[in-house]
């Protein structure tokens, strides 16, 4: 069974202040996605990673795919108020056809 | 272009009883998702149809059941309600191309009394 474990499950961070969200598994994933989630909403995809130690920015926010494509980190730098969300990693579960989500982490950021 | 759109918004029942919930793809997007997010547990994968046929489905009871239609949108049913099933159920639409993504609709949320 291939599961993705996301870390930290909260975080409370003030404005102005850099984090990372991790994502792991002990499976190989051919592709792994992030996506944010707002209260009362579907999750909105964010960024799709394949390549081995790729690395990918959307504005202040950077996606990294280990090199074993087993995990991945989320990077946000100079957090906004408006960053705050339930970030879910998701890895594609191959033949299955679906994809796999960590449990996902809840991160608000005080103005 | 219009999103995945999913209905009813909310539904309340009682336990026993049986629920139905929509969900319209996105225009050219063959393969529909069904997940469920219960508070603490995530998304749990449900249901994946594609092309009209079941293709997989996730370690939920025969209770839970669904079909799609020949224009690809989607119904899942949910019989014998427990208490347990009050969730917010979510329908992804993808195209099935290449590393794929998924878009979701916003949910139906369904509460049993």
């Known amino acids: 069974t291939q599961l993705l474990e996301q870390s930290p499950q909260f975080l409370s961070i003030q404005e102005g202040e850099n984090l990372t969200v991790y994502c792991n598994s002990s499976?190989?994933?051919?592709?792994l996605q992030w996506y944010r989630q707002e209260p009362g909403e579907g999750p909105v995809l964010l960024v799709t990673?394949?390549?081995?130690?790729e690395v990918k920015k959307l504005k202040r926010l950077t996606f990294q795919f280990g090199d074993a494509r087993k995990d991945s980190s989320l990077h946000i730098t100079a957090a906004q108020p408006g960053d705050t969300g339930l970030y879910l990693c998701?890895?594609?579960?191959?033949?299955?056809?679906?994809?796999?989500f960590g449990k996902g982490t809840k991160l608000s950021v005080k103005p | 272009e219009a999103g995945v759109t999913q209905s009813p918004t909310h539904l309340i029942k009682t336990r026993g009883q049986q629920a139905t919930l929509r969900c319209s793809p996105i225009?050219?997007?063959?393969?529909v998702y069904w997940y469920q997010q219960a508070l603490g547990l995530g998304l749990q994968f449900l249901l994946w149809?594609?092309?009209?046929?079941?293709?997989n489905r996730g370690n939920f009871p025969p209770r839970f059941s669904g079909r799609q239609f020949p224009n690809y949108s989607s119904e899942l049913n949910v019989n014998a309600l427990e208490l347990e099933d009050s969730a917010l159920y979510l329908c992804?639409?993808?195209?099935?191309?290449?590393?794929?993504?998924?878009?979701f609709g916003s949910g139906t949320r369904l509460t049993v009394v």
């Open positions: 149809y594609d092309e009209g046929e079941e293709r």
């Open positions: 225009s050219g997007h063959t393969s």
């Open positions: 998701a890895g594609d579960g191959g033949s299955q056809g679906n994809l796999i």
């Open positions: 499976s190989v994933f051919s592709s």
């Open positions: 990673v394949v390549t081995g130690g």
């Open positions: 992804a639409s993808s195209s099935r191309r290449g590393p794929f993504g998924y878009t």
